[in-house]
């Protein structure tokens, strides 16, 4: 009798685990795809969905088709169709599934396109707000990039105003191993243009992206390369010479001259003999003449930020120019010389403005954000952390604890081997020659 007991305990405590084994199998996200048709007299319908694992993903999807077949038979009166389909790409945990609604009613074609993102390790849906920081530096950043990438293909039939630097552009962002990419619709047609992270690394999130610098990369492996290789010791010598070069970097200051701040600014450039670029404000500029002169006097480079710092996409294009312009004259009255650099408020331009403007348009690859923190050390550590060789750094000469944050920063960076120089001697530095009516994030 006692066996028995312990053989039927024996028989539970298995079924047990193997329910809990059942139970557990298989955690991992997967989905699969799904098609149905639903035909009418009037109208088709072909969707293909994912049905997935998570149910929070599944709801999600099931209401963008429920609102797109919604909106299709509302809107429905002759024979039509309405195809959904979907794409989806991966970083690491991340998935992006883009889904196309497509409908097509007397022959006319209407396009709506959604976003979902998924976290299948943490199961919940997110918004694009936690996986990158929009902003105006972010937007100005995949306009250069998307111009460059349709340029380069040789891609003339779309919308310049939905390259604009704007809220409402950019809003289509999927995510894959080592790009970010812009789905751009124009005319119901899709451009794929690809990213690569290294460009936008400052805008992702810390919580879920860990991009790596692949030239630091590459410049270590060389490193190793080197010092295991003894066969040819001149070519090692040659090689370590040609990583011990220099590198460049160009301190950008917008929206001064102040009295006060860009005074100490001045004293403290010249102290470390390094040389920057200052971006004036007209009005600004004319209340402070003897600044403007001591700045192009001791080697430093004077640029545009417009008169009055107004955001040139809400002006006509020749009130634009008109303000472009008139600060130009303010700056050849002080100093003499020509202004040819232009750095937009917001960085917010178009195409009209940056052909018409006769201007080297210099935007940034580190925006420091000085003038949301106020805090020396942030930007001080927000600087040497994320400097490359050829960026253009943002900062503002208005606020003490930028000043303070730059002084100190060049002081770490001396010894990392960097030179600090104007945005014009970078491009020297570089062998590049700067065009009028085009834009430079950086020169590298």
């Known amino acids: 009798m006692k066996r028995e007991k312990i053989i039927i305990i024996s028989i539970i405590i298995l079924v047990l685990c193997i329910v809990v084994l059942a139970t557990n199998i298989d955690k991992g996200f997967h989905f699969d795809t799904k098609d149905y048709i639903i035909e009418q007299k009037d109208y088709t319908i072909k969707i293909k969905t994912i049905n997935s694992n998570s149910n929070k993903l599944n709801s999600k999807i099931k209401e963008i088709i429920n609102k797109a077949k919604d909106s299709f038979l509302k809107e429905n009166r002759n024979k039509g169709s309405l195809i959904i389909d979907y794409e989806y790409t991966r970083y ?44 105006i530096g972010l937007y100005a950043i995949l ?41 751009l619709i124009n005319n119901n047609k899709e451009f794929d243009i690809p990213i690569e992270y290294i460009y936008i690394k400052e805008y ?10 692949t030239k630091k990369t590459e410049e270590k492996q060389e490193i190793v390369i080197t010092e295991d290789k003894e066969e040819n010791e001149q070519e090692d010598i040659d090689k370590t010479d040609e990583l011990n070069l220099p590198k460049y970097l160009a301190f950008t200051f917008d929206d ?28 600004r500029a004319i209340n402070q003449p003897e600044l403007i002169k001591r700045m192009t006097s001791e080697g430093h480079l004077v640029g545009s930020h417009t008169y009055s710092h107004k955001n ?20 050849n009255n002080i100093t003499g010389i020509s202004t040819k650099y232009l750095r937009p408020p917001y960085g917010n331009y178009n195409n009209s ?36 060789d050829g960026d253009i750094i943002l900062l503002h000469d208005l606020y003490p604890t930028s000043v303070e944050g730059v002084l100190k920063a060049i002081d770490y960076l001396k010894n990392e081997n960097y030179q600090f120089v104007t945005v014009e001697e970078l491009f020297n530095k570089k062998g590049i020659v700067p065009e009028a009516n085009k834009s430079y994030r950086y020169v590298k």
């Not at 293909?153 to 704007?166: F, Q, R």
Request: aromatic share 10%; net charge negative.
């Open 312 to 331: 040139l996409l809400k002006l006509s294009l020749e009130d634009a120019l008109n303000d472009i312009n008139r600060t130009n004259d303010a700056l």
């Open 92 to 135: 690491k945990d991340i998935y992006t599934f883009h889904i196309i609604s497509e409908e097509s009613i007397k022959k006319i074609l209407k396009r709506k396109d959604y976003i979902i993102y998924y976290d299948s390790k943490e199961r919940k849906i997110l918004e694009q707000k936690s996986l990158i920081k929009r902003d």
């Open 204 to 213: 992702l999130s810390n919580n879920y992206f860990k991009i790596k610098d």
């Open 353 to 388: 403005i940056l052909d018409n403007s006769n201007m080297v348009f210099i935007l940034w690859s580190v925006d420091t954000e000085d003038w949301k923190n106020r805090d020396s050390e942030l930007v001080y550590e927000y600087i040497i952390n994320n400097v490359n």
């Open 256 to 283: 001064g001259p102040a009295k006060e701040t860009t005074t100490t600014l001045l004293d403290g450039l010249k102290e470390r003999n390094a040389k920057v670029t200052f971006f004036v404000l007209g009005s």
């Open 143 to 183: 306009n250069s990039k998307c111009i460059d990438y349709l340029e380069e293909k040789k891609i003339t039939d779309y919308n310049e105003e939905l390259l604009e630097i704007d809220d409402n552009n950019y809003q289509l962002l999927t995510f894959s191993n080592s790009t970010l990419h812009v789905i």
